[in-house]
Structures are given as structure tokens and as C-alpha cells.
């Protein structure tokens, strides 16, 4: 395990990156692998601790993949900023910065993609088609590219986080997916790169998405079972936001994201709202106050 704080070396190569790794892997250490679009926040910070604490090299992947975003979502403005995103890794000493070119990672000709099946097909993946096959692809791709141990993703994108499980477990991939809490601002607010986007005016509008989860909680931790009250609550709480849109707000089975009615297990509650047109995800997991 390496000790000391230092710069990562960033690599844009497949192959220098394969070779870089060899003398790791060949030795019996572990390789601990962090895949982020980069505009590093805390939240990405804490999953890069964790696979600091847990593997013996670090490679995190900065990579803002075309083909996760769908026409007019944010692509092109997306925050991109090698330099400081390095700058913040180096203070937790990560290893390898693996930052592919296009190219690299979408090579002329390329034409094979992972098309998630059951568990895209609602929530994110309804209300922006094609997301997951994008992820489900880069993620494949830099898994086969890096070839980790242990693989660390934020609880955030919750969705995401069951289908990459889904697609490592179908795919027999040898790596470990390692889930870790949402980090969240001081009022309650789940970090996201696209937070940035938000005006001052519309970031204190935001604080509506984790009061409606906090809200949902506490109902459910004192007895509320009835998941249509919940998400009517949920909404009304959201609804104070003026510029709020919500694209949904779901209490879901935390295994299939299948709908539930009626709250006796722990359950997990999931939204999607736009404030002045940045859109936001999150979610929490509700636990009734007697369940195991
Ligand atoms: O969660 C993200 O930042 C992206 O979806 C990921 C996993 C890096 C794939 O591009």
C-alpha cells in the first residue's frame, strides 16, 4: 500500500496503463478502481478514500462518456477540469489517473454494446433512453480496460449502482462492487457535479429533494406503511419549490425497483426533480421502525 501523498501519473493509453499494472497484479496486490467523469467532489473523494484504505494501487478513471448522455442533456457543458480534478486526488494519494481519449475508449468501427435489460427499463432509464446501455458499456469497457479487484460507486445514482451489480454478476466479471453512502452538503443537499449548475437562488430551492427523503423517513421509521401517502407527502413537500418540476418520485423495492404499496420491509424511495431546469436525482433507504 502506498504511504505517502503524492501526484498521480495520468495515463491516456490502454496499453501504458496494462503495463503499468502488470508488476502489481503479478505481485498478488490489489487494484482498487474508482470510474468518475471527473469535476471531483466529496463524494467522489470518499469512494477514492475508501479504495485508498482498502486496495493497494488506486486507479481512478476520468472519462465523460458521450454516449451515457442523451440529445440536449448537458454533454457538452459538462464541467471538465483534468488539472484540479488531479490536483484533488493527489491529496489522497491516488495511484493512476486514467484519462482516455474518445478514441481510446470509442474506436472508428466500434459497434458492440451492453444492453441492460430489466433493471434499466424504469425510473432513469425511462425517462432518458439509452443512458444505461452508455454506462453499462463505458463501465464494461474500463473494467476490461483497468481490470480492478474492487470497483467503488456512490449510492447516489442508485440505479446505476444495481444495474453495473446486475451486469457483473451476469457477465461473471472477476471484481468486487463496492457501495458507499451519498455524501451530502450541510443541509442535506447529495453532492453532484451538476450541482454547479444551479443559481444561488435555485440551490436553496434544491434543499426540497433530501427534506422530502428525510421527511419520507421519519414517516416510515414511526409506522406509516401506505406508499401512496408517502410519495403524495413527498410531492407536496417538493411542490414548495416554485421552480421544482418533478420527474418522478417512487417507493420501490430496494432489489427490483419494482413498486411497492405497502412499507413493512425496508424500501427504498427514489426522485428525479428539475430546479430551473438542472435535474437533480436522489434517494434514501426507508427503514420501518420493526423490521429486522
Ligand atoms: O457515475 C458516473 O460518474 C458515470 O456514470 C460512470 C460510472 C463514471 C460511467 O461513465
Given amino acids: 500500500m502506498s504511504l505517502h501523498k503524492h501526484t498521480p501519473r495520468i495515463v491516456t493509453r490502454t496499453h501504458e496503463l496494462r503495463l503499468a499494472l502488470k508488476g502489481v497484479r503479478e505481485g498478488g496486490r490489489t487494484i482498487g478502481f474508482v470510474p468518475t467523469m471527473g469535476a471531483l467532489h466529496e463524494g467522489h473523494l470518499s469512494l ?48 493512476w489517473v486514467f484519462a482516455p481519449t474518445d478514441t481510446e475508449v470509442y474506436p472508428p468501427g466500434f459497434d458492440t454494446w451492453v444492453q ?66 451519498t455524501v451530502r452538503e450541510p443541509d442535506g443537499l447529495a453532492m453532484s457535479s451538476r450541482n454547479a449548475y444551479l443559481s444561488p437562488e435555485h440551490r436553496r430551492q434544491a434543499r426540497v ?30 411542490a414548495k419549490a416554485p421552480d421544482a418540476a418533478i420527474d418522478y418520485v417512487a417507493i420501490v423495492d430496494p432489489d427490483t425497483l419494482v413498486p411497492v404499496s405497502t412499507v413493512t420491509t425496508p424500501v427504498q424511495s427514489l426522485l428525479a ?14 427503514i420501518p421502525s420493526a423490521s429486522p
Fill in 48 to 95: 477514492v478514500r475508501a479504495a485508498r484504505a482498502e486496495c493497494d494501487t488506486v486507479v481512478v478513471s476520468i472519462y465523460v462518456n458521450p454516449t451515457q448522455f442523451g440529445q440536449g442533456e448537458d454533454f457538452d457543458r459538462y464541467p471538465r477540469d483534468l488539472d484540479a480534478d488531479t490536483q484533488r486526488l493527489s491529496d489522497i494519494g491516488v495511484d
Fill in 116 to 181: 441492460p435489460g430489466k433493471m434499466a427499463a424504469s425510473w432513469e432509464g425511462k425517462c432518458r433512453p439509452g443512458h444505461f446501455r452508455g454506462v453499462a458499456t463505458v463501465v464494461l469497457k474500463l473494467f476490461s480496460m483497468v481490470g480492478p479487484d474492487r470497483a467503488y460507486f456512490g449510492e447516489k445514482d442508485y440505479q446505476q449502482l444495481l444495474v453495473i451489480r446486475r451486469m457483473v454478476s451476469d457477465f461473471n466479471l472477476p471484481l468486487t462492487i463496492c457501495p458507499h453512502p
Fill in 209 to 238: 429533494l433530501s427534506q422530502s427523503l428525510f421527511w419520507a423517513s421519519e414517516q416510515v421509521a414511526s409506522g406509516e406503511q401506505s406508499a401512496e401517502k408517502l410519495v403524495t407527502g413527498m410531492r407536496q413537500i417538493i
Fill in 273 to 286: 426533480v428539475r430546479i430551473g431546469g438542472v435535474r437533480l436525482i436522489d434517494n434514501a433507504r426507508l
